[in-house]
């Protein structure tokens, strides 16, 4: 919403939200900052506004509504320094268990091209077969069977590269000399 001060966590949970004024309605939260949390819903809202929720594996909070744009809104938890230092672990611990990340920007298309089997070859010289998963300009998603460390150097076909993530059963390699965009198409061959 602002700027926020700090970490941002992002988590996904239902809420149930309430006030003597106005009826229950459904909420999911989005994320928690130093601000508070955020939480979006089709409700219509008003800063200063005093609610209850019941977060799934949180539990019911006395909050006020600090910020309120479209359909997301930020509150700020009732409570001593204990109660919100308690709160702040179990949406940080349940942050970490969901593992949201936000889909990385990409700067260039991918494509998955024809010829999936390609040569990688270690600076050492050893070589071995790697399955290609997609490809852009910039870089290489590959299935490998061996553990490339992150950062080293690699030839994939004739293109060298930097390993730079792992997931599972493979890497993701950014090119040492970015591909002409027009070079990707799926009879291109590495």
């Known amino acids: 919403m602002t700027g926020a001060v700090g970490p941002r966590h992002v988590v996904v949970l239902p809420a149930l939200c ?8 459904y909420a999911v939260t989005a994320d928690v900052t130093a601000e508070g949390i955020r939480l979006r819903s089709a ?10 929720c019941s977060i799934r594996y949180i539990g019911q909070l006395d909050v006020r509504i600090t910020q309120v744009i479209g359909q997301e809104f930020v509150v700020s938890v009732r409570g001593g320094r204990a109660t919100l230092n308690g709160l702040a672990r179990q949406f940080v611990t349940l942050a970490r268990a969901q593992n ?4 990385p920007l990409r700067g260039h298309r991918r494509i998955v091209p ?16 790697g399955h290609v998963l997609n490809v852009s300009a910039s870089g290489i998603g590959l299935l490998v069977d061996r553990v490339l460390e992150l950062g080293e150097i690699i030839t994939i076909g004739s ?14 390699a950014a090119f040492l000399g970015p591909l002409e965009p027009d070079a990707v198409h799926a009879t291109m061959t590495l």
């Open 43 to 52: 409700a219509r809202l008003a800063v200063g506004e005093d609610l209850t």
């Open 100 to 103: 949201v990340r936000p889909e």
């Open 18 to 25: 309430w006030n003597p004024r106005r009826q229950d309605f």
């Open 159 to 172: 293109r060298a590269a930097r390993v730079a993530r792992h997931f599972e059963h493979g890497i993701g």
């Open 114 to 129: 024809a010829q999936k089997t390609v040569a990688i070859t270690l600076e050492s010289g050893l070589s071995f077969p």
